[in-house]
């Protein structure tokens, strides 16, 4: 069972692959405008993402950085196109970490390289943050809402309101995901959902009025 989800994570990290390259061809093919031929990017377009494709896999650079390099060679919209194939790609990691359930050590590997290689140095200090304890789920009571407390890595150890999926009061988050759209998310939302998928965090029952007081600082 541990081999065959192996198995789709590799084939997961593929398709990725597969889907940046062809993004970025489908732009280059759609700038052509609307004369009713079906459009084909010419030669030396062809070769300038072949070209930087071998690139990057030689670099092997994160997948921000992929995008941005890629996109390059043909036009920006190819980004928007690839971080759009990455976000379902690490969505379908995610899955596969919590359906995994128990594994061994070469099975968690093969997830971390997989995240690795979607988020680059954000999954390295996401690990560092789970490692150290700094992961926290406040749930309200009775409603059972709740929300992520995620320990900052700054000597003042700031504590930083976190929904996994959609939000985090960090600069990061602000900065290089709302603003410039960089990144997919930063190292505490990661360290949130990596904590969630592999139950690895403090539980904390709170009232719903001391919830809602927190959500009050948003």
């Known amino acids: 069972m541990q ?51 071998m690139d990057v896999q030689a670099r092997r650079l994160p997948l921000r950085q992929n995008v941005k390099h890629l996109a390059r060679a043909t036009d920006a919209a190819a980004a928007a196109v690839a971080m759009s ?3 379902a790609v690490a ?7 919590r359906s995994a359930g128990e594994a061994s050590e070469e099975h968690l590997s093969i ?15 996401a690990c560092k943050i789970l490692d150290e304890g700094g992961v926290r789920r406040v749930t309200g009571a ?16 700031e504590e930083y309101i976190c929904f996994p ?3 985090c009061t960090c600069y990061s988050f602000f900065y290089d995901i709302v603003g410039r759209g960089e990144q997919l998310c930063c190292k505490h939302q990661l360290a949130a959902r990596l904590a969630e998928a592999v139950s ?10 001391a919830l809602a007081h927190m959500l009050a600082k948003l």
């Open 142 to 157: 009775p409603s059972g809402r709740s929300l992520f407390l995620v320990m900052g890595e700054s000597k003042r150890k």
């Open 3 to 53: 081999e065959m989800a192996s198995q789709r994570l590799l084939l997961l990290l593929a398709l990725l692959v597969l889907a940046l390259i062809a993004a970025t061809a489908a732009v280059a093919g759609d700038g052509g405008g609307g004369s009713g031929v079906e459009a084909k990017p010419p030669d030396d377009v062809a070769a300038a993402v072949a070209a930087a494709t």
């Open 200 to 209: 690895k965090h403090q539980e904390v029952e709170v009232t719903d009025e």
């Open 85 to 87: 194939v990455a976000v």
């Open 165 to 167: 999926e959609h939000l």
């Open 111 to 125: 997830f971390k390289s997989s995240l690795e290689a979607l988020f680059g140095k954000n999954m390295v200090r």
């Open 91 to 97: 969505d379908a990691v995610w899955e596969e970490i």
